[in-house]
């Protein structure tokens, strides 16, 4: 008899590897991008400038990829360091469309081939994002 995990899959289930939570106030966000010259530049690669750009006000947009590119980060158990740099995370997506989670370099690395979920909202003047990490548990079968 052949046990089921997580996901209905007979023998290989995905489980939740890692979960991070952001907060970003947008106008601390505003500030400190406008005193920091390459500050955008060091934290965003060009598709992401440009999306966030195409809108009337472009920094509650930008605030709220970097809260998920941090909240990326934590779920990959990794915060700012072990050599995660921020544009090996890419979040695409926005306008009506679902975030999508794009990882290259150490980010992809550190996923193993697991699936990035995220999640951004935004009020009073606030962003905040949650990523999930998941990936295939074996041992079910």
Known sequence: MRRSGPGG???VGRGLLGVGVDAVVVAEF???AEKTPGFCDRL???AEMEACRRRADPW???AARFAAKEAVMKALGTGWGEGVDFRDIVI???G???PEVRLTGVAAERAAGGSIHVSMTRAGGQVM???VLEGGMRGWG
Do not use: E, H, Q
Request: proline content about 10%; charged content about 20%.
């Open 129 to 131: 994002a949650v990523a």
């Open 9 to 11: 899959r007979g023998g």
């Open 30 to 32: 505003r500030a400190t």
């Open 44 to 46: 965003f690669d060009p």
């Open 92 to 94: 695409a997506g926005g």
């Open 96 to 98: 009506g469309k679902a």
């Open 60 to 62: 509650p947009c930008l």
